[in-house]
Each structure stands twice: as C-alpha cells, then as structure tokens.
C-alpha cells in the first residue's frame, strides 16, 4: 500500500496542482495554436508539444505558489467546486511549505524544459518571444499571489489574471506556431479575456468574508454587491461587445459565432451574482467560450 505520509503528500501535491485548471489552460494554449494556424501558420508537432510540456509545470507552479500564499484564507471560507483553493492543505494539515517547494520545483522543472527547446542543440524548436511571454506568465502569476507585489492582495488580482489567462496564455500558443505576436492576434484575444474577467469576479465573491479577514483585497471585499453586479454586466456586453465588433477581419465568422454563442450563459449572472454563493454560470460560460473559439479557430484553419 506504500507510506501513509508519502501518500498523503502525494495527494496533496497532485490536488494543489488544479488538474481541472491545467485542463483549461491546456485548451487555452489551443486555442491559441489554433488561432495561428487559422491565420496562416504552420503548426510543428515537436515545438507545439514541448510549448506545452513548458507551460504545464510553470502553471502547476503558478498553482503552487497560490495555495501557498493563500493558505490562512482558504482555512476561512467555505470552498465551492469553483473557489476557495484546493483545499489540500487545510485539510491535510501538510505544511504550507510543502506547497512552496512545489512551486520552485515545479517552476524549475518548466523553466528547464524551456530552456532545452530554444537551445541550439534542440534546433530551437522555440523562439525567443514564447519564452519570454511563458517566463512573463511565471513571474507575473508568482507576483499575484506572493511578494514583493503581491497583486491579488492589493486590489489588481482580477485583471492580472484576466491579462495572464485571458490574453497572455493564448498569444504563447500563438507564439511557439509563429514565433511572433500580432496585432491581430492580440485583439482577437480581448472577448475571451473579458470573459476571464467576469469569472473572475464570480469565482471571488463566496471568499470574500474570509479574504477580508485576512486582508486580501479583491474586488469582491472591497465593493458593494450593487456595484459588482454593474461590473459584471458591463463586462458581459463588453465580452459581446467587443466579439461583435472585432467580427471580419480580426474574428473570421466562425470564430466569431463560437465565441459569441456561449456568452448567453452570462445572462444569469446579471440577476443572481452576489445573491448566491455558488459561481457556475460564469465559470461554464468561460470554458464554452474558450472551447467555442477554439473550435471557430480550428474551422478557419481546415479552410486554408
């Protein structure tokens, strides 16, 4: 049966990864390797499996460092399937250092898997720009949960995650098929990361008592109920908004339907955000938008 501690160190780590969010991220990224081969890259298998074979870990270690940091309030709240950490350490009663080796470890891990694709001696199956934007994601998604920034505690956490899940996720996929980032590219990202950004602010509200007792200042401890919801309409018409006027050029009629679509599932939210605890609409909208776009970016690409 092995070792009940190992065991239990070993659940924990695999449940403070988020499984079902490396998931998202995994279709994330494919959305935007999708995206370049609709606009007309040429996707290699070697580069766009070790692109993924980087992020992953350097998410987990994004994870890691999360649950680390955020250990006192997720003792505080009451978790959902959507919000409040994983739980793992809490319930194990596992030191929270346990998760912030994960972290380094994980973070190494990743970064040398990087490193090991933009050598010589791999051909450079990577260029330069995804490492730098996967190395911006690993930076910048530490610096939301831990110091010196800190940005989840000081009132920016929902919009650095929109930009990091929303806009830098897909433009890496982008990047490791083309080795660059256009404009096109990057305004093509903005519906799905408006969407981000209204999941985000639904995720937040059933830990904001325990947030706020901790100080952790996000949105939903530091606004009214009546002005969040004002938030999240207008994030919601801005979403739909924004796919119905980028549709054309940036966004090819079926990517523009498959991300279009989906956001009806935030209609709900407009009524019960912040009269009930549980975040499902704006989480299901999000993963059928991102799976939306992908599907409308991978038609594009079977037409070419």
């Not at 070697?46 to 992020?55: I, M």
């Not at 279009?260 to 299901?284: C, I, N, S, Y």
């Amino acid at each position: 049966m092995g070792d009940p501690g190992r065991r239990a160190v070993l659940v924990a780590l695999w449940r403070m990864s988020r499984p079902a969010q490396l998931a998202l991220i995994a279709l994330v990224y494919a959305l935007g390797v999708a995206m370049a081969v609709g606009r007309g890259g040429t996707a290699d298998p070697r580069a766009v499996g070790l692109g993924l074979a980087a992020l992953l870990p350097v998410a987990a270690s994004v994870h890691y460092a999360n649950e680390y940091a955020d250990v006192e309030t997720d003792a505080r709240t009451d978790r959902t399937p959507f919000s409040g950490g994983s739980g793992a350490l809490v319930e194990s009663g596992l030191s929270s250092r346990l998760a912030l080796r994960a972290a380094v470890a994980a973070g190494l891990f990743g970064l040398a898997v990087l490193g090991s694709a933009v050598t010589p001696t791999a051909d450079r199956a990577l260029s330069g720009v995804p490492a730098a934007l996967l190395l911006g994601v690993l930076v910048v998604g530490w610096q939301y949960s831990v110091g010196p920034l800190r940005l989840a505690w000081n009132g920016l956490g929902e919009v650095t995650n929109a930009a990091l899940g929303g806009v830098a996720l897909p433009l890496y996929g982008v990047a490791v098929v083309t080795g660059d980032v256009a404009p096109g590219a990057a305004l093509a990202t903005v519906p799905f990361a408006l969407v981000v950004f209204v999941n985000l602010l639904e995720t937040q509200w059933p830990d904001r008592r325990a947030d706020a007792a901790v100080g952790k200042r996000t949105l939903a401890t530091r606004w009214s109920a009546g002005r969040l919801r004002a938030a999240y309409a207008a994030g919601s018409l801005a979403a739909a908004g924004s796919a119905v006027v980028l549709a054309g050029r940036v966004l090819p009629p079926p990517v523009a339907v498959g991300t279009l679509a989906p956001m009806v599932g935030l209609a709900p939210g407009t009524h019960r955000f912040t009269r009930r605890e549980e975040p499902l609409p704006a989480v299901a909208t999000m993963v059928a938008v991102a799976v939306g776009t992908t599907l409308g970016w991978a038609v594009v690409a079977g037409l070419h």
